[in-house]
């Protein structure tokens, strides 16, 4: 088709809980349009969604993926977002530069808390929304349960705008509600249909009629005041109101379909088409200026504004960045300023994509999306624009991650190799994380779930030749005292030449839980030069690095260096150093030292039915619940629980929750570890220690 101007454009980011068949939704739509001689499947990896070489081999969606087809002359840019929680990033970005949501609900399994995930990041993202009851083909589904389901859920203006008749195998007829018509689809997956009279079925079309009426008269003062005046509103008035009404979401379109036997999505692409949003019903949307000040970008101002909402890298392309046109327009050649990064960019050839299949074309119009491959320095929330108008988008807010996991090298010497690629691997994926921890000794890798990192792994080996495993993270203990304690420590070296010569009077006793280290002196007198007190507090800090009760960093301690002595040729800044280290550690050890572990904040957000296993699970893991609150028809469980007793928790909720909970999870404080595993703690250091000297 002709390059499509802003009103016939429909971005839709396809969205919904794993295995809801969203995937197989975009492949009978693409069928739908002419865009596929037959329809692939997930079984097969032939799908034209998942082509990555980690969705084929896990047989689920990874990456957002950028699909496009024409229907009643618009051309609808559809954005196959995956389900499950690790892949999240995937779904944000999609719906930061979309216009509505498509939410699909599996009829076999009806609502996740992927729907209500869904659900809730839409509404922040101000997309207007409307729900597809999938796999309405399955044995013992129930189209009117999912339905008051939603409707319980996400409140009474979810309204049916198709209801099937032949629910189960062998499903293919569907009353749509607008047309008063029944709806039958031929087999073969191509979406073929013919329309038949609603027969008897008419009186309870005309009651839902009526029912949608009132809502889109709801939606306009000018059309209420028609429908109190005449009891009804003419059929044009209904059709003209009926886009507002959706995108002020005083209705929630439902529709019934069966994606795999390509049943009822046709007459939703005809809704899409019709009634669906626009980029004129986002034309203009938050900025800042070169300057940092709020500003807005209008989609029919005539410099271009570019927002990357995606990078990747495809095999034999290199970098491809998936991107939206906010505002004029944009073709290869085109130079732009990255106003995120500095410095400029300059367009290569850019692509329709469906999928891995790339369409060159010469320009993009605003409120469109396309790709571009090869940009030097342009990464994933980045915004290119005209240096002539320089703006900045808002990124995305990724959630933070809560799986952690140690990398170990299988083979030495790849370090670098290693760091590179976990580099690129983040500026692709922003809710991956990566650090080197130098008290550990680890690098700690950091994602949404264990098949989030999973897949990095692969990625790490298929792209970088570099091969890892994945360790329990060692745990950050730290070291501090209970009690008080002097000590008086004296230091004498003598070498022949000039010798070393100090003594460290120290105090301490406990400090503030989670504030460190709080070193004073209070000297009387001329016993120590003032000079030497910077001296004794670096022999302090290096005890507290090195540990001295079983190797880990020391906090939460007050240090009051209160006297000593002194030579006048002997004494040097490191004389005190060295006693200073040695005095602490002598303190430190008279005044009942401990053990304290991380202990991080989580929430649980599970179905009700499961609240009493997780409560009891959290228990087992030496958890403190601290409360149990409402969201929705899920519940959130928050509570306080030792790092040690998290490893792979994700996996034990989903276990759990049959699949249906996720947590979240970050450090909160630090507390006393018990007794019994302080001491294993401590013994294993000690013999640990025995060994090395051995050696």
């Not at 839902?208 to 000018?222: F, K, N, P, T």
């Not at 379909?257 to 004129?280: C, H, M, Q």
């Not at 320009?363 to 790709?371: M, P, Q, S, V, Y």
């Not at 959630?399 to 996991?405: A, D, E, V, W």
Request: contains cysteine.
């Amino acid at each position: 088709m002709k390059e499509p101007a802003a009103p016939d454009l429909r971005n839709l980011a396809i969205l919904g809980h794993a295995s809801a068949g969203k995937t197989m939704l975009c492949e009978a739509m693409l069928a739908c349009a002419g865009r596929l001689g037959r329809m692939g499947s997930i079984a097969h990896g032939t799908t034209v969604s998942d082509y990555h070489a980690s969705e084929r081999e896990h047989l689920i969606s990874v990456h957002c993926s950028l699909l496009h087809a024409e229907w009643l002359g618009r051309k609808l840019n559809l954005l196959d977002c995956p389900g499950y929680n690790d892949f999240l990033a995937e779904g944000l970005g999609a719906m930061r530069v979309c216009d509505s949501a498509l939410i699909v609900i599996n009829a076999a399994h009806g609502l996740g808390i992927g729907t209500d995930a869904a659900w809730s990041y839409c509404t922040h993202f101000g997309l207007p929304k409307a729900i597809v009851v999938n796999a309405l083909d399955k044995a013992q589904v129930d189209f009117e349960a999912v339905l008051a389901d939603a409707r319980a859920h996400f409140g009474r203006n979810v309204f049916p705008f198709a209801i099937p008749l032949d629910s189960g195998p062998g499903f293919h007829r569907v009353l749509d509600v607008m047309r008063n018509r029944v709806t039958v689809y031929a087999s073969g997956g191509a979406g073929k249909h013919t329309e038949e009279p609603a027969g008897e079925l008419s009186a309870r079309v005309q009651a839902l009629h009526r029912e949608l009426i009132e809502y889109v008269a709801e939606s306009d003062d000018g059309l209420l005041e028609r429908f109190f005046a005449n009891g009804l509103l003419a059929e044009d008035e209904l059709r003209a109101g009926l886009h507002q009404a959706i995108q002020r979401q005083v209705i929630v379109p439902l529709f019934a379909v069966s994606a795999e036997t390509n049943v009822g999505v046709a007459r939703l692409l005809d809704f899409v088409a019709k009634y669906g949003s626009s980029p004129l019903d986002r034309a203009e949307v938050p900025a800042r200026d070169a300057g940092g000040l709020p500003g807005i970008v209008r989609l029919d101002q005539p410099e271009p504004v570019v927002f990357v909402f995606k990078t990747m890298n495809e095999p034999g392309v290199g970098e491809l960045s998936l991107f939206r046109v906010f505002a004029g327009s944009v073709g290869s050649g085109d130079e732009l300023v990255n106003t995120s990064r500095g410095g400029t960019e300059r367009l290569s050839q850019i692509y329709l994509l469906n999928g891995r299949e790339r369409t060159p074309v010469a320009r993009l119009a605003a409120g469109d999306l396309g790709a571009v491959v090869k940009l030097r320095n342009t990464h994933t929330g980045d915004t290119l624009c005209s240096p002539r108008f320089r703006v900045s988008l808002p990124k995305v807010e990724y959630p933070t991650p809560n799986l952690h996991t140690a990398l170990r090298l299988r083979s030495k010497g790849e370090e670098d190799k290693l760091a590179v690629g976990l580099a690129k691997l983040h500026l692709e994926d922003p809710t991956f994380h990566h650090r080197v921890d130098d008290e550990l000794h680890q690098t700690i890798a950091s994602g949404q779930g264990e098949l989030h990192l999973q897949v990095i792994v692969e990625r790490l080996a298929r792209r970088f030749n570099v091969e890892v495993s994945l360790e329990e993270p060692a745990i950050a203990y730290r070291e501090t005292v209970r009690g008080r304690a002097e000590s008086r420590y004296r230091h004498r070296k003598q070498t022949g030449g000039a010798g070393q010569f100090a003594e460290v009077w120290m105090r301490i006793e406990p400090g503030p839980r989670d504030q460190g280290i709080e070193f004073t002196e209070s000297l009387a007198g001329n016993n120590v030069d003032r000079v030497f007190v910077p001296s004794v507090e670096k022999g302090v800090a290096t005890a507290c690095r090195e540990g001295v009760l079983a190797g880990y960093r020391v906090t939460d301690v007050k240090v009051d260096f209160f006297d000593g002595k002194m030579h006048p040729v002997d004494s040097k800044d490191i004389a005190f150093q060295v006693a200073a280290y040695h005095a602490f550690k002598e303190c430190f050890l008279a005044a009942s030292p401990v053990l304290l572990e991380p202990v991080h904040a989580v929430s649980v957000t599970t179905p009700e039915d499961c609240v009493g296993t997780v409560l009891g699970d959290l228990s087992a893991r030496r958890g403190q619940v601290i409360g149990v609150e409402v969201e929705g028809r899920f519940r959130v469980v928050r509570a306080h629980v030792p790092l040690k007793e998290l490893h792979r928790y994700g996996n034990t909720v989903r276990a759990l929750t049959g699949g249906r909970g996720r947590h979240a999870e970050q450090f909160d404080h630090y507390a006393e570890l018990p007794a019994e595993a302080a001491q294993r703690i401590t013994a294993e250091r000690a013999k640990r220690n025995g060994a090395e000297t051995a050696k």
